[in-house]
């Protein structure tokens, strides 16, 4: 079975939990985040883009939220 999620979301929350998730596009990323941003540790908020080009990861062009 594929698994055709293309954001992954590693992310501390306030009481010391860990989020995990998977996204399947910027917008239900994007919704994600705002409905869990008052949980959230923003500065602890790591988002890995799967089909990031390689030239990209390297020169770390991303800003994704």
Do not use: P
């Given at each position: 079975?594929?698994?055709?999620?293309?954001?992954?979301?590693?992310a501390?929350?306030k009481g010391?939990?860990t989020y995990?998730?998977?996204?399947?596009?910027?917008q239900?990323l994007?919704?994600w985040?705002h409905?869990?941003r008052?949980?959230?540790?923003?500065?602890?908020?790591?988002i890995k883009?799967?089909?990031?080009?390689?030239?990209?990861?390297?020169?770390?062009?991303?800003?994704?939220y």
């Amino acid at each position: 079975m594929e698994n055709t999620s293309r954001y992954v979301v590693n992310a501390l929350g306030k009481g010391g939990e860990t989020y995990y998730t998977l996204c399947k596009d910027k917008q239900e990323l994007q919704t994600w985040i705002h409905n869990n941003r008052e949980k959230l540790v923003m500065d602890e908020l790591i988002i890995k883009d799967k089909k990031q080009s390689l030239f990209s990861k390297w020169f770390g062009l991303k800003k994704l939220y």
